[in-house]
């Protein structure tokens, strides 16, 4: 089968956004066993759009058009596929009352545009995060679906409904196998070479790796849907054996804070933090996690030396010694602030995070202190590339905080 | 003029990558007036590739075409763009040196298929950065450009070479006028029909908005290089003056931490916060400001009740009377941390990040206080979509704490 994404939007055309919903559908699409041949991007201009949709409804048996439901004037995306596949425009009165709902409560004034919004073409698509229903047309031979632009809302419609319906829809038997496996703290490169060996024994399958902004994922994807899920379990098994040190966990949707606090609530644990160079990144990652609240109560951002002994009692005699750059103060953190709350866990986070250097300490070098009742008190250093941004430098020293963390606590 | 890239590669198709070489592109070109009318993705395919530019170079007068000049064998762009076009591959014997000295430099083994990387088309483009050669081929009433689809490569390429030619070559005498203006805290509908008029009398611009995580920006573009440059400010200044209360700043790289941060930098003002619900991420976000320690010396995350007792003395009654969300706590977060850190302004953020309700709020309610020296402590209620991610809600509570500070600094 042939498919083809048409994605809108003047903004992607000016450079101003990347298109990463293209990306998503791509990758979960693909899980389903179903590769898109190509993408196409255009602006909000209703005549592109709709002689773009003609033409491709006569070569591909998917079309996915994503971007411009909005309420505003600019957004003519569905009057526009309605003009290229010769169909008619509905109103869900369902969705319309629903979206005066949200706005009384918002307190917000409704205006006539807004009903845009619960306009579709065939059937309905629920988007559960956001006002724009999406749309799904059965147009003779092909199948035209229209979901709206913002990632959050595009990317649930995906998993939840476009995703189900698509693999009913063309009796898709048997999707390609992929995982997922992330790594943190051996360069890419190393990496690879290390599996090499490996991945030669498993020729059935390809192993290519990415560098994210806080791991390095390797992804393992089976060549053709006849491959043998047992052979993928054992080729992840042997990655897995091979950097153990360096294996943070798996699958597309994993996330580390989530797994450091699942782990402390597992053994009853609390934690805590004093940070300089990441400025509370850290507590505000495990706080992104739902239900931190069983594992957190709170903790400190020392930025400055007078902050430092204030909040969190570090002896003005450790920093004027050591520095504020050194083992020593990141260890009177992790102690001073897993006191001050009286928690089992406490983390101290200090380092250079540019661009100038500090105490001829050059960008991105970090010291992590973690202190743990019962147990002696932990330091590490990182040496993060100078030319990283101040952003990586602090996102990477909050990883590997919670790798230091995710390390102790599997013991 | 018409144009249109071409960006060829499986691993974009398969949502490895987002096409971050497509929004260089279009950025860069639009700054010398060039404007991108279609961006379309196919995979490394001969025959999808031939057709794709044979039917693109009748309908434009640019086909930028990247990706796909490695010295694999699939590697097929440039055999593709000679069959499409109807010329003939040639070889730099320059180029072809040059690679076999790299080769001896690096030790590696020199293979044959090396040499594809001297091929080009046309004219040569040089590559600083790499090993493959760019073309520029006039094709009767074309050009087509191929580049190679490494980001480090392909962006040197087009600012040292390409954009300076295209510039001369199409005689492009003018930039459009292009600025970004920052919003938050009205939504883009109503903030679209209340600019309606203002844009109304001024034709020669276009005028679009859409919603960033944390802002609406409104994007002002000349539709020609003829408009006017007062024109521009005058219709700026205008929109700008129609909406004051929300108003943020202007400019494509504006960030609103930067500017707070500047402000009280001005002021010889130092801040402060305790965060609940945003756990750290308002802090964390004056500290991605380089030079943030003039005017921040630390300060709490306050998750549990306990915590905003023990850390900044809130008294246990007014979280018991009012609620963890309520003005008055918010309030009295604010004063704690402000009289804790002895500064001149503090904040408070408490609320529900979701996904559950909390106290019988739903998620998206969210209180913020603001403590200064010498003022009356204000308060302000939020109200987001209760539809948003938990990282949504926390994110716009810190931009809205941001612009709580701003728009008191300002007066």
């Known amino acids: 089968m042939r498919s083809v994404i048409i994605s809108v939007g003047d903004e992607l055309l000016r450079g101003e956004i990347t298109n990463s919903n293209a990306s998503y559908i791509c990758q979960q699409l693909r899980k389903?066993?179903?590769n898109i041949q190509k993408v196409i991007t255009v602006g909000d201009d209703l005549t592109a759009i709709s002689e773009l949709v003609k033409a491709e409804i006569k070569n591909n048996d998917l079309v996915l058009v994503t971007g411009g439901l909005g309420p505003t004037a600019d957004d003519v995306t569905l009057t526009a596929v309605a003009a290229g596949t010769n169909s008619r425009l509905q109103t869900s009165m369902e969705q319309w009352k629903h979206i005066q709902t949200i706005f009384q409560q918002r307190q917000i004034q409704l205006r006539p545009e807004n009903k845009r919004q619960?306009?579709?073409?065939?059937?309905?698509?629920?988007?559960?995060?956001g006002l724009a229903l999406g749309s799904w047309l059965d147009n003779q031979h092909s199948v035209?679906?229209?979901?709206?632009?913002?990632?959050v809302e595009l990317q649930a419609m995906i998993d939840l409904e476009v995703s189900p319906r698509l693999k009913d829809y063309f009796h898709l038997q048997q999707s390609l196998l992929a995982q997922s496996l992330h790594f943190l703290g051996r360069p890419e490169s190393?990496?690879?070479?290390?599996?090499?060996?490996?991945?030669?024994?498993?020729?059935?399958?390809?192993?290519?790796?990415?560098?994210?902004?806080?791991?390095?994922?390797?992804?393992?994807?089976?060549?053709?849907?006849?491959?043998?899920?047992?052979?993928?379990?054992?080729?992840?098994?042997?990655?897995?054996?091979?950097?153990?040190?360096?294996?943070?966990g798996s699958g597309d949707h994993f996330d580390l804070a989530t797994t450091v606090v699942?782990?402390?609530?597992?053994?009853?644990?609390?934690?805590?933090?004093?940070?300089?160079?990441?400025?509370?990144?850290?507590?505000s990652t495990i706080c992104s996690v739902p239900g931190a609240s069983n594992v957190f109560d709170g903790g400190f951002v020392t930025y400055a030396a007078s902050a430092k002994e204030k909040l969190i009692g570090v002896p003005v005699d450790v920093v004027d010694q050591n520095g504020v750059v050194s083992a020593q103060t990141a260890a009177a953190m992790a102690e001073g602030c897993r006191r001050k709350m009286n928690v089992e866990?406490?983390?101290?986070?200090?380092?250079?995070?540019?661009?100038?250097?500090?105490?001829g300490?050059?960008?991105?070098?970090?010291?992590?202190?973690?202190?743990?009742?019962?147990?002696?008190?932990?330091?590490?250093?990182?040496r993060l590339p100078s030319n990283y941004s101040r952003q990586q430098i602090r996102q990477l020293a909050v990883q590997y905080g919670l790798q230091m963390v995710y390390t102790a606590l599997q013991k």
Chains 1, 2 share one sequence.
């Open 361 to 382: 300490h050059p960008a991105g070098t970090v010291w992590l202190g973690m202190s743990r009742a019962g147990h002696p008190t932990q330091t590490k250093q990182l």
């Open 118 to 129: 619960a306009q579709y073409l065939g059937q309905p698509v629920p988007n559960t995060n």
């Open 190 to 248: 190393l990496l690879m070479t290390d599996l090499a060996p490996v991945c030669h024994d498993f020729p059935q399958f390809s192993v290519t790796s990415y560098v994210k902004p806080t791991d390095i994922t390797i992804r393992v994807v089976s060549k053709d849907e006849h491959a043998n899920p047992q052979m993928m379990d054992k080729l992840c098994a042997q990655i897995i054996a091979k950097e153990q040190p360096y294996y943070l």
């Open 262 to 283: 699942k782990l402390l609530k597992q053994r009853g644990n609390k934690i805590t933090a004093a940070e300089s160079l990441t400025g509370g990144m850290f507590q």
């Open 32 to 34: 389903i066993g179903l």
């Open 345 to 359: 866990v406490g983390l101290g986070f200090t380092g250079v995070a540019g661009p100038d250097a500090l105490e």
């Open 144 to 151: 035209v679906i229209v979901l709206p632009g913002p990632p």
